[in-house]
């Protein structure tokens, strides 16, 4: 959880920097020296307080700390490769790289969302002040690897070992660690905000607690500020949260108090929305508040795209959740009931509006340890059948175990390691390949993995005078020159360019300070194949089925 505030105050840092064009190299050094220097105040009594007493381990926790781990080797190799994920090099990446080379906060709007929430993107861009374009990767990863500690030391304090190792190995399978998405850093702040509003209800009781947890209650409205500066799904889980606060709470000063947190480290995303395009939910909100950079067919296009051609159920191993209620777990501890109910709610929410498997990431957290109590709870009843089928005994729950289920567990144990250590190996081995550590494996692994690299790369190293117009190539922005236009969305969408004729599509895009245009020819044939168009367009540089045009001067 203290890592986690650290995580949330550096990006609050990285915004007031970004705010007053000074998040350059030093400032960014400095900051990462004072929490070095925070860190070791603290490491006394946090190792005292985790080395307080040995805890009491057996042979199945072992069994599950050892698969645990094996889960967990491929995650520390994944983010070594460099970026060619969709989303990073389309716009996570380009934005962090304008705000590392300006030192500010800007609106770029050449990206596809301009207007998006980038907190964990100062992140990005801070780093790339000190290091390449893997360290973003690696910022990434760390919100996922907070998440599992989180979750295994939730498991242990209100479960088990074995269930608590469970629920921390499927959000390492479902994780992303090889990319600079920005995913697992709002499930991060998402869970550790209800990590502290469960603290919230639970010290809200305690006559000793001289605050009545609201401490608890403004560090959960700082995470979810948090969160909701880094994605707009999170403002979903507000109305939970208010309803559970509001059954208990309703001092005035102490509702401040929680908004004033909660506005904290997301307001300025928002105000700049509404100042400037009159939409704070800019564009997701056009229904309410007007179009701008968006028309009403670009809205209803990513609605279509989102709800049906990305609808999909959750991955086949998260089910289970649906048997957790049933279990001693659910029954015995009020925190576990809580879960089940942010679980429902996140469930609800996703299935009304999206049922994107990816728009479900922020709830996965605790909805992978809730899964757990339900694959526990499962083996649980399995194991009294064929007790009750072997023995013929009525109460068989509480009898323990038999030298022979000992020695059936145990070999079921091995069985289950060896097959994840062959996963293990096999997954490590992929990443290990992708590890690029020199410029020339580098080259060598964008030429592999992005269409058009080389082409791209040239007009970066040799810019056209003006703009670039591409086609057909928004997944590969990282790459190519800053002020790359283009996309199927906003007001340089493809379909008011790409079916004019030559003369007129040279015509536009000169009106409106293009120098160049750049085209994936095997999505967009129908472009340079038009009669006369050499006669408007130059080739500059043609390489695996991309080619790149400068736009020839023509009289008015």
């Not at 801070?126 to 295994?152: K, N, R, T």
């Not at 051609?309 to 991955?315: K, Q, Y």
Request: hydrophobic share 50%; aromatic share 14%.
């Amino acid at each position: 959880m203290a890592t986690s505030l650290g995580l949330g105050l550096f990006v609050v840092a990285m915004q007031a920097l970004g705010l007053v064009g000074a998040l350059q190299r030093a400032p960014v050094l400095g900051l990462v020296a004072a929490g070095v220097i925070a860190a070791l105040l603290q490491w006394r009594g946090w190792r005292r307080q985790t080395f307080a007493a040995p805890p009491v381990v057996t042979w199945v926790d072992r069994y599950a700390l050892v698969g645990l781990l094996l889960a967990l080797v491929p995650t520390l190799l994944a983010p070594l490769a460099p970026p060619v994920t969709y989303d990073e090099i389309m716009y996570h990446l380009p934005y962090a790289r304008q705000v590392a080379e300006s030192g500010r906060l800007g609106v770029y709007d050449w990206l596809r969302y301009p207007w998006f929430p980038y907190n964990y993107d100062l992140l990005y861009a801070a780093v790339l002040q000190v290091y390449d374009d893997v360290f973003p990767h690696l910022v990434h990863a760390l919100a996922g690897w907070l998440s599992v500690l989180v979750i295994y030391r939730l498991g242990v304090m209100h479960a088990s070992r074995v269930v608590a190792c469970m629920g921390a190995a499927i959000w390492l399978f479902m994780g992303q660690y090889d990319n600079a998405y920005i995913d697992m850093a709002v499930s991060l702040f998402v869970l550790v905000a209800f990590v502290a509003l469960w603290w919230w209800w639970r010290n809200f009781d305690d006559a000793e607690a001289p605050d009545r947890g609201v401490r608890w209650l403004a560090l959960c409205a700082f995470f979810l500020g948090l969160a909701a500066g880094s994605k707009y799904q999170s403002l979903t889980f507000l109305p939970l949260v208010g309803l559970i606060v509001l059954v208990r709470e309703r001092r005035p000063q102490v509702w401040l108090l929680a908004i004033g947190c909660f506005l904290l480290p997301c307001i300025y995303w928002y105000a700049r929305n509404a100042l400037m395009t009159g939409d704070p939910f800019n564009p997701l909100g056009a229904h309410l508040f007007g179009f701008t950079n968006w028309n009403e067919a670009d809205y209803q296009h990513q609605l279509v795209d989102v709800q049906e051609n990305h609808s999909n159920p959750p991955n086949g191993v998260l089910w289970a959740v649906l048997l957790a209620p049933f279990g001693e777990v659910v029954r015995r501890s009020r925190a576990a009931r809580g879960a089940m109910l942010f679980c429902g709610w996140s469930l609800l929410v996703w299935a009304v509006t999206s049922r994107y498997p990816r728009y479900l990431t922020p709830a996965l957290p605790l909805i992978a340890l809730m899964a757990a109590v339900g694959w526990h709870q499962l083996g649980l009843w399995i194991l009294n059948a064929w007790r009750k089928r072997g023995a013929g005994a009525t109460d068989v729950a509480s009898l323990p175990p038999t030298r022979r289920e000992t020695t059936l567990g145990k070999a079921i144990g091995v069985v289950a390691i060896l097959l994840l250590g062959a996963a293990c190996v096999y997954h490590s081995a992929r990443n290990i390949r992708e590890i690029s550590p020199t410029p020339e494996s580098r080259e060598a692994f964008f030429k592999r993995h992005i269409a058009g690299y080389e082409v791209l790369h040239h007009l970066r190293e040799h810019p056209v005078e003006g703009k670039t117009y591409q086609v057909m190539l928004n997944d590969s922005l990282y790459f190519g020159p800053d002020l790359m236009y283009g996309d199927v969305f906003g007001p340089w969408r493809y379909a008011d360019f790409i079916m004019l004729p030559p003369a007129q599509l040279a015509r536009k895009l000169r009106a409106q300070d293009f120098g160049s245009i750049v085209i994936k020819t095997a999505l967009a044939p129908y472009i340079h194949t038009q009669p006369d168009f050499d006669r408007y367009f130059r080739l500059i540089l043609e390489k695996d089925g991309v080619r790149a045009y400068r736009i020839l001067p023509i009289e008015p």
